[in-house]
């Protein structure tokens, strides 16, 4: 049973006057979320992605269609019972909505101070978290006091106050600069490993899904336009927006004035090899070519880490007769898929 079963869910909003047509904020969207995922939600602003967040946890009811968490029905749930779902739900925010006039401490304490948790156990739960998150010697400190880094990790000590099952992570490192973003990828990735949290991470930076996410779906005007295993999507993206996405990441060919740039001054045709980490390395790559002893180098591409995993995209120009050029590149042998740049 997923952990999340989204079923053609749709959420429509009154125009903004009346007179404005309505907008259809999510439309139709389906997603299985399994226990244990770290599921990312890419789209540009507009898309839908924080809408489906809230229709997820139930900060507002859907138009249509069906959400399940753990096999219960949360759409029709009544208040009470919703609000004991929530608990299981933790969720952190781009600004990271801290309270200022309260200590790390009692910003962390704050949702156990809700549910009525005794003192004692709050207290050894606060530390608890804290410990986790690398932030015991902080924990009288106020958050203007600390980095946005830091200010986030307290989010995510209180995120998980409650022991919830699920985290959603709502850009929550598009206000931090890359290496503190890094910090609290990492620190995600823990929460995902060590606590067996199920997460999912709402953003529209493709490197922060290439760093967590192990599935990944692809959104735009309310609708998931493809969805699967991330380093597939990398790989093999199927759509115009997947792959301008995933063109933010990998070094692929560069287009446009790039392009023509590129053939002005490099002599010969250009290939692109794109190979998994199947069998193919860049090394196997070059020594195909250079064994068939064509002319041949590298203009762009590069190598990239994608989950761990290797993709190799490598545009290079290759110089010589048809048939040695063709030879070279049937050679490089499986698990590689060359295409000549004909643009
Ligand atoms: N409360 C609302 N009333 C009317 N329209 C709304 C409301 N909330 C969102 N929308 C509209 O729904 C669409 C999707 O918005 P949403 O915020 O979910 O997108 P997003 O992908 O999260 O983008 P962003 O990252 O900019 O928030 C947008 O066209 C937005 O204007």
Redesign the pocket.
């Given at each position: 049973m997923p952990h999340i079963a989204i079923r053609d869910v749709t959420?429509t909003?009154?125009?903004?006057r009346r007179r404005d047509a309505a907008?259809?904020?999510?439309d139709s969207v389906s997603l299985d979320v399994e226990r244990g995922d770290v599921f990312g939600v890419i789209?540009?602003?507009?898309?839908?992605?924080?809408?489906?967040?809230?229709l997820v946890n139930g900060l507002?009811p859907v138009s249509s269609g069906s959400i399940e968490i753990d096999g219960v029905e949360v759409t029709t749930l009544a208040p009470a019972a919703l609000r004991e779902v929530r608990q299981g739900i933790g969720m952190i925010f781009q600004r990271f909505n801290l309270l200022r006039s309260r200590t790390v401490r009692a910003n962390v304490a704050y949702p156990l101070e809700v549910v009525g948790t005794p003192r004692a156990e709050r207290r050894a739960r606060v530390d608890e978290l804290l410990r986790f998150v690398g932030l015991a010697d902080k924990a009288d400190a106020y958050p203007e006091q600390l980095s946005g880094g830091q200010q986030q990790r307290v989010g995510i000590a209180r995120a998980l106050a409650a022991s919830p099952s699920i985290l959603l992570a709502?850009?929550a490192t598009s206000a931090l600069d890359p290496e503190t973003t890094d910090e609290v990828l990492d620190l995600l990735a823990r929460v995902n490993r060590e606590l067996g949290v199920t997460i999912v991470v709402?953003t529209?930076e493709m490197d922060v899904i290439a760093r967590i996410a192990t599935k990944v779906a692809v959104?735009e005007q309310?609708r998931v336009v493809e969805s699967g295993a991330t380093y597939d999507v990398f790989t093999n993206p199927t759509t115009e927006t997947a792959r301008r996405f995933v063109r933010t990441v990998v070094r692929a060919l560069p287009d446009g004035d790039a392009l023509a740039e590129l053939r002005a001054r490099t002599p010969g045709r250009l290939f692109t090899i794109a190979f998994t980490d199947e069998g193919a390395s860049e090394a196997r790559v070059f020594g195909a070519l250079a064994r068939a002893g064509v002319d041949f180098h590298l203009v762009h591409g590069g190598v990239d880490d994608i989950q761990g995993r290797v993709y190799g995209l490598l545009t290079i120009a290759v110089e010589g007769d048809d048939a040695a050029i063709r030879a070279a590149l049937a050679g490089i042998g499986a698990g590689v898929t060359v295409t000549e740049v004909t643009a």
């Open positions: 959420k909003y009154p125009g903004r907008v259809t904020a999510v789209g540009y602003s507009g898309a839908g992605k924080s809408t489906l967040v809230r507002e709502d850009e709402i529209h959104m309310g």
